[in-house]
Antibody, heavy 114, light 107 residues
Framework: EMQLVQSGAEVKKPGESLRISCKASGYTSTTYWIAWVRQMPGKGLEWMGMIYPGDSDTRYSPSFQGQVIISADKSSNTAYLQWNSLRASDTAIYYC???????WGQGALVTVSS | DIQMTQSPSSLSASVGDRVTITCRASQGIRTDLGWYQQKPGKAPKRLISAAYSLQSGVPSRFSGSGSGTEFSLTISSLQPEDFATYYCLQHNTYPWTFGQGTKVEVK
């Protein structure tokens, strides 16, 4: 079965770092881009960027460039979304999505609060 | 960035109604557009790809049309399980962009 399984919910303080993951299984993960999508509480979907795990080619939305780091480890079929210094405004659900749109992770709730 | 203007932002409808949601792109995107349904607490689900190709397993009451800058998603006869929020997503040009969403509510 093809699936994207994300890491669990996180509660962090402002200024802390965080890396969340998205593990692909059931298909050849190096041949599909993986995108990250943010959904702030009660709001719509925002495309953050995407990575091609085969060679780690990455594209960012200008809105998120410099705010997050997208990476991947092709040996473990896993993509990552990382923050070096979290803000309260990073509180959201983060989804990973295969670039074809037909496969999504279950979402990871990140809560940033002092 | 390509702006995707989705309308309406919300609508109230009854079971059996025909519902149409539109997305307008700020520049031409050919048919590089998908439609997604999201229910509360769930990940989005793709309904339509390439503007009009129905995803396998999606009921035929859903249909998509359009190309260039004007697109629409139509539900021919609204069912109870269709009350949800719908989004369009353009994948023609980086950064990809979503419409603002349309919440379909019970009238």
């Amino acid at each position: 079965e093809m699936q994207l399984v994300q890491s669990g919910a996180e509660v962090k303080k402002p200024g802390e770092s965080l890396r969340i993951s998205c593990k692909a299984s059931g298909y050849t993960s190096t041949t599909y881009w993986i995108a990250w999508v943010r959904q702030m509480p009660g709001k719509g979907l925002e495309w953050m960027g995407m990575i091609y795990p085969g060679d780690s080619d990455t594209r960012y939305s200008p809105s998120f460039q410099g705010q997050v780091i997208i990476s991947a480890d092709k040996s473990s079929n896993t993509a990552y979304l990382q923050w070096n210094s979290l803000r309260a405004s990073d509180t959201a659900i983060y989804y990973c999505m295969r670039h074809t749109g037909d496969l999504w992770g279950q979402g990871a709730l990140v809560t940033v609060s002092s | 960035d390509i702006q995707m203007t989705q309308s309406p932002s919300s609508l109230s409808a009854s079971v059996g109604d025909r519902v149409t949601i539109t997305c307008r792109a700020s520049q031409g995107i050919r048919t590089d557009l998908g439609w997604y349904q999201q229910k509360p607490g769930k990940a989005p689900k793709r309904l339509i790809s390439a503007a009009y190709s129905l995803q396998s397993g999606v009921p035929s009451r859903f249909s998509g049309s359009g190309s260039g800058t004007e697109f629409s998603l139509t539900i021919s006869s609204l069912q109870p399980e269709d009350f949800a929020t719908y989004y369009c997503l353009q994948h023609n040009t980086y950064p990809w962009t979503f419409g603002q969403g349309t919440k379909v509510e019970v009238k």
